[in-house]
């Protein structure tokens, strides 16, 4: 069974760095698609980036030079970091990760939630 955890999440003042980490378990495929989402109180689930198997990058634009998305396959982790936090950027954040061998959607995490106090 495909397990997908993330961890890293906490509290940090206003233009304070986070590094989150998502870690797949239970598989024997290299992660083809792996993307990290949010969600705040009373707003949908949204894109923050997300990271291709070759390397191809995505960002919401509220993420551009900000935040960064990186992979170790060899770990099958991928980790968001998170620089000059914002209040804008509490949320609980979620790891997705994906493969043509899986079902519809991939695997997502339970998901670490991170505060921007100000």
């Known amino acids: 069974q495909v397990q997908v955890a993330e961890s890293g999440g906490g509290s940090v003042q206003f233009g304070g760095s986070l590094r989150l980490s998502c870690v797949v378990s239970?598989?024997?495929?290299?992660?083809?698609?792996i993307a990290w989402y949010r969600q705040a109180p009373g707003k949908q689930r949204e894109l923050v980036a997300s990271?291709?198997?070759?390397?191809?990058?995505e960002y919401a634009e509220f993420a551009q030079g900000r935040f960064f998305i990186t992979r170790d396959d060899a770990k099958d982790s991928a980790y968001l970091q998170m620089n000059n936090l914002k209040s804008d950027d509490s949320a609980v954040y979620y790891c997705?990760?994906?493969?043509?061998?899986?079902?519809?959607?991939?695997?997502w995490g339970r998901g670490t939630q991170v505060t921007v106090s100000p």
């Open positions: 997705n990760a994906d493969h043509p061998a899986w079902p519809t959607g991939g695997y």
């Open positions: 239970g598989t024997i495929w290299t992660i083809r698609f």
């Open positions: 990271m291709t198997s070759g390397g191809t990058t």
